[in-house]
Antibody, heavy 116, light 105 residues
C-alpha cells in the first residue's frame, strides 16, 4: 500500500534551517511528484511547491522562493524539504503529499517549532 | 488565481444536506479537488476533477461545477463528517487551497 512517512518533530531557533524528509513506499517513486504543504497552528493549508524526481525540476510558491529547497534521493525513495532563515511565524506542521496532480496520499505531518 | 469558500463555517445536524461553495477568481476548467481534514490529521482527498469521487469515499459526498464556481455536497451528514473542508485548484501553479469551511455540530 502507498505510504508517505515523514521525519519527526523539530525545534529550531530563528534564523536556522530545517530539513524534513518524506519516505515513500508502495509505488514507483519517480512516477509521481511530491508536493509540500504548510499549515500554521489553527490556519489553513498553504502549498509550498513540488519536485519532479525524474528530472529534478522544482516549482516553488513565490512566497517561499529563495528560502525553500526541495530535493529527492531516488535510490531510497525519499523527498526532502529544507526551509531556511526560519522565523517564529514558520511554526507549523509540514506535510508531503503525492501529486497526481490531486494529492491522493499524504504524509502524517511534521511539526516544526521555531522559538528562541 | 484566488479561491474563496462559502460559508467559512456552518453548523449542521446529522442527516442534514450540506453544500459548500468554492469560487475561483478566474476559470480553472474542472481542475479542482476537495479535501476533508480532521483536527490533528492530514487532509484526505474526497473529490478530484471537480466531480470524480476518490476511491473509498462514501457516495454521500459529491462535487459539481466547472470554470469558476464549484460545490461540494454532503447528502446526509454523518457524525464522522464534522471536519474542515478545503478546495484546491490544480490547473497551474501555484496549487492554491481555499481558506476552508468548518462544519460543526
Amino acid at each position: 500500500q502507498v505510504q508517505l512517512v515523514q521525519s519527526g518533530a523539530e525545534v529550531k531557533k530563528p534564523g536556522a534551517s530545517v530539513k524534513v524528509s518524506c519516505k515513500a513506499s508502495g509505488y514507483t517513486f519517480t512516477a509521481y511528484y511530491i508536493h509540500w504543504v504548510r499549515q500554521a497552528p489553527g490556519q489553513g493549508l498553504e502549498w509550498m511547491g513540488r519536485i519532479n524526481h525524474y528530472s529534478g525540476v522544482t516549482e516553488y510558491a513565490q512566497k517561499f522562493q529563495g528560502r525553500v529547497t526541495m530535493t529527492s534521493d531516488t535510490s531510497i525513495s525519499t523527498a526532502y524539504m529544507e526551509l531556511g532563515r526560519l522565523r517564529s511565524d514558520d511554526t507549523a506542521v509540514f506535510y508531503c503529499a503525492r501529486g497526481f496532480p490531486h494529492f491522493d496520499y499524504w504524509g502524517q505531518g511534521t511539526l516544526v517549532t521555531v522559538s528562541s | 488565481i484566488q479561491l474563496t469558500q462559502s460559508p467559512s463555517s456552518l453548523s449542521a445536524s446529522v442527516g442534514d444536506r450540506v453544500t459548500i461553495t468554492c469560487r475561483a477568481s478566474q476559470g480553472i476548467s474542472s481542475y479542482l479537488a476537495w479535501y476533508q481534514q480532521k483536527p490533528g490529521k492530514a487532509p484526505k482527498l474526497l473529490i478530484y476533477g471537480a466531480s470524480t469521487l476518490q476511491s473509498g469515499v462514501p457516495s454521500r459526498f459529491s462535487g459539481s461545477g466547472s470554470g469558476t464556481e464549484f460545490t461540494l455536497t454532503i447528502s446526509s451528514l454523518q457524525p464522522e463528517d464534522f471536519a474542515t473542508y478545503y478546495c484546491q485548484k490544480l490547473n497551474n501553479y501555484p496549487f492554491t487551497f481555499g481558506p476552508g469551511t468548518q462544519v460543526d455540530v
